[in-house]
């Protein structure tokens, strides 16, 4: 049987029993969302590599051109292959629970950040599934995103996202009906 992780356990109360918990799947990931930025942040590197490869080598150009483009640069180094880095390292700091009386969403890099979400007021489940059986459940209402695009607001990280949700979820669908039955079990308790 796995141990809960540290970072789960002392978020619980003393009656709290945990029927799931997990993290996000680990390493390089790549979204929905990359179709269009991938793109786009390749456009932007090659584009600022020129810039500062000319600044740097004209002659006369002020020294301020040159400085000007460092920041750009790296920019672009981050959207290009920056940004799976960051997010891989996040998500090892990711930790998900659904206990009897809640779902528990626990993060942060630098600061430790809780989300948690009452089983008895979560009104939206949404389940996103692939074919694998991994998944992403989210909870209320709208997307993940809310963005026009659908899915930029998780580009530059998993903390980014707007609604909560659970993201790269191994047997997601199990997971959603853990969640499901652990809501049904509070209701009737309610009563």
Request: aromatic share 14%; net charge positive.
């Amino acid at each position: 049987m796995q141990t809960i992780p540290d970072s789960i356990r002392r978020e619980l109360s003393v009656a709290e029993q945990v029927h799931w918990f997990g993290q996000p799947r680990q390493g390089f990931v790549f979204r929905g969302t990359d179709a269009f930025v991938i793109p786009f942040s390749v456009l932007w590197c090659g584009f600022v590599v020129v810039w500062e490869t000319m600044a740097i080598r004209a002659s006369n150009a002020p020294a301020f051109f040159a400085l000007w483009g460092i920041p750009f640069v790296l920019l672009g180094i981050y959207f290009v292959v920056g940004r799976f880095f960051a997010d891989a390292v996040l998500r090892t700091r990711i930790f998900y629970a659904v206990t009897n009386e809640r779902v528990l969403i626990v993060s942060g890099l630098y600061n430790r950040k809780v989300k948690s979400l009452n089983l008895r007021t979560l009104a939206d489940l949404s389940l996103s599934e692939r074919n694998d059986g991994e998944g992403s459940i989210s909870f209320g209402g709208g997307s993940q995103s809310g963005t026009v695009f659908g899915g930029l607001a998780g580009w530059l990280g998993p903390g980014s996202q707007v609604a909560p949700c659970f993201e790269f979820v191994a047997n997601a669908r199990s997971v959603f009906e853990i969640i499901r039955g652990a809501q049904r079990r509070s209701a009737q308790e309610s009563i």
